[in-house]
């Protein structure tokens, strides 16, 4: 899947593990946009303390940073879905980026048009 990632994008972390209380496979990817500023992750929703099975896929600007913020934009049964979601938030994401003065503009624009509206 990494071949769909935007150019402006890349693979920051890239696991598979299986959990001890399952034999089900899990997978956690992150992406980090080339301003380094904006972090994209793919994970079980459960290792951010949900109850809801599946994926989650959240952002983080200026990650690693005192004043870093992480949001949650959906959630979402398999890791394929929540990665195909993940490739549009960033495809999104790239469009409207137009540096750092529109970034949280850039987020948001690419979190409305990718997160659940239930």
Known sequence: MDADVPPEWSTETCRTYTPADTDREMQYRSYRHESGDVR?????ASLDGDDHPGY????????ELEFAETSR????????????????????????????????????????RTRDHR
């Open 73 to 112: 934009v959906r959630t979402v049964l398999t890791f394929e879905r929540c990665e195909r979601i993940a490739v549009d938030f960033m495809d999104l994401f790239s469009a409207r980026y137009d540096g750092p003065g529109s970034l949280e503009e850039a987020v948001e624009y690419a979190h409305k």
């Open 40 to 44: 994209v992750k793919v994970a079980p």
């Open 56 to 63: 989650a896929l959240t952002t983080t600007t200026y990650p």
